[in-house]
């Protein structure tokens, strides 16, 4: 994982779609590989949408109510908390918990 602090949202964008551009680079063949972004609000959409129209990378826009509550987003969600706030004790027991490792009183 990669933690990349960034002065303003362009900037977030534009550095989105460099690093899919470099990993498409790396994929030989003619399948790119399948990438997500996620984004903690919609409005951040617009400005990644841009970035990877400027960069003439192909993508999908999804959108669905309910993304954030699917179990494996919280999973990665929660790991992604974890590196940045090691404190975060309910972040810490989700990762523990998933995949399960047997992890309990006894251990």
Known sequence: ?????LPDQA???????DVICRLQALEEGPQKPSIA??????SQSSAVERALLRQGVPHQLVRQHAFFDRREVRDALAYLRLLQQPG????????????????????
Do not use: H, M
Not at 1 to 5: A, F, N, W, Y
């Open 88 to 107: 975060d004790e309910l972040s810490l027991e989700r990762c523990l918990a998933v995949p399960p490792r047997q992890v309990g009183a006894k251990s």
């Open 1 to 5: 994982p990669t933690v990349v602090s």
């Open 11 to 17: 900037s977030e964008a534009r550095w989105v779609a």
């Open 37 to 42: 972004v996620l984004y903690r609000t919609n």
